[in-house]
């Protein structure tokens, strides 16, 4: 069973940094593709950043040249850097994963952590 934990959410002022880490209990590079996705309230979930298992990162444009997906030696941890915070990034972030399993795909999510920008 494939687990995804969340952790690095937390209360920033505007301008700050913060930094999300993912663990999983599989090789993250074993997945099709992985993510960050977050949802703001009143809001549908949008993605933030993701890459593919060829090495394909894709952001929102709204967080280009601010936040920074990559995945730890160990191939274990999925991380997500985030500079010069803004209150509109206020949400709860999500790790998601994708495996492809024959004509199949598999979707794993974690349970999110939270993110609050505010002076």
């Known amino acids: 069973q494939v687990q995804l934990v969340e952790s690095g959410g937390g209360v920033v002022q505007p301008g700050g940094s913060l930094r999300l880490s993912c663990a999983a209990s599989v090789n993250i590079f074993s997945f099709n593709t992985m993510g960050w996705y977050r949802q703001a309230p009143g809001k549908e979930r949008e993605l933030v950043a993701g890459?593919?298992?060829?090495?394909?990162?894709k952001y929102a444009d709204s967080v280009k040249g601010r936040f920074t997906i990559s995945g730890d030696n160990a191939r274990t941890t999925l991380f997500l850097e985030m500079n010069n915070l803004k209150p509109e990034d206020t949400a709860v972030y999500y790790c998601n994963a994708v495996s492809r399993v024959g004509v199949d795909l598999m979707e794993y999510w974690g349970q999110g952590t939270q993110v609050t920008v505010s002076s």
């Open positions: 890459f593919t298992r060829g090495g394909i990162s």
